[in-house]
């Protein structure tokens, strides 16, 4: 079975940077690096929001609008890790950050990690 | 992009079923069959119920269905059971190599 452990997140000012990490393990059908992988947000009092996704080789990588340039997910396939870098924070980004292995790209996320809270506040 | 509406709430008793409507356009879920529905419950993180409109993965039981017309994709939990009571959410690729999130329905049973 396939788990997915997140680590990072905490309280960050305005303008700040944070680095989120997921380890992966459980992989049985296929590797890790056979698999497209996601991080989704949820803010408070918000619904689920898609943020990143990263290609199995990490050649490619599709954001949201509201978070290019600022945001960067990487993965590390012999580590079986992926990771989300996070500058110029804001506000609207304090959010449960989950991160989710993909069937292929653009299906579905399953499963997903257990979530990091990601506070932005002075 | 903007998200897929979805009504705030849903309800039913014990053993009815509910449908929940995902509603977008022709550039999302009316030209892909890449919807996908989450059921996540209160404090957890979000499970996979249904991929391409109307597939279910190993483990989630037949009650949960799922189809697709036109613009509007939809959820039907049949059997309504208490642990069903969940905030539930449709996603559905944009083109444009995005991904975009219905609103979520709060279902109460």
């Known amino acids: 079975e396939v788990q997915l452990v997140q680590s990072g997140g905490g309280m960050v000012q305005p303008g700040g940077s944070l680095r989120l990490s997921c380890a992966a393990s459980?992989?049985?059908?296929?590797?890790?690096?056979?698999?497209?992988m996601t991080w989704v947000r949820r803010a408070p009092g918000k619904g689920l929001e898609w943020v990143a996704s990263?290609?199995?080789?990490?050649?490619?990588?599709f954001y949201v609008a509201s978070v290019k340039g600022r945001f960067t997910i990487s993965r590390d396939n012999p580590k079986n890790s992926l990771y989300l870098e996070m500058n110029s924070l804001r506000a609207d980004d304090t959010a449960v950050y989950y991160c989710?292995?993909?069937?292929?790209?653009?299906?579905?996320?399953?499963?997903w990690g257990q979530g990091t809270l990601v506070t932005v506040s002075s | 992009q903007s998200a897929l509406t979805q009504p705030p709430s849903a309800s039913g008793s014990p053993g009815q079923s509910v449908t929940i409507s995902c509603t977008g356009t022709?550039?999302?879920?009316?030209?892909?069959?890449?919807v996908s529905w989450y059921q996540q419950l209160s404090g957890k993180a979000p499970k996979l119920l249904i991929y391409?409109?109307?597939k279910r993965p190993s483990g989630v039981p037949d009650r949960f269905s799922g189809s697709k017309s036109g613009n509007t994709a939809s959820l039907t939990v049949s059997g309504l059971q208490a642990d069903d009571e969940a905030d539930y959410y449709c996603?559905?690729?944009?083109?444009?190599?995005?991904?975009?999130f219905g609103d979520g329905t709060k279902v109460t049973v």
């Open positions: 459980g992989f049985t059908f296929a590797p890790f690096n056979k698999y497209w």
């Open positions: 022709s550039s999302d879920v009316g030209g892909y069959n890449y």
């Open positions: 391409e409109v109307t």
């Open positions: 990263i290609k199995h080789d990490g050649t490619a990588q």
């Open positions: 996603t559905s690729y944009a083109g444009s190599d995005k991904v975009v």
């Open positions: 989710a292995v993909m069937r292929a790209w653009p299906n579905s996320f399953d499963p």
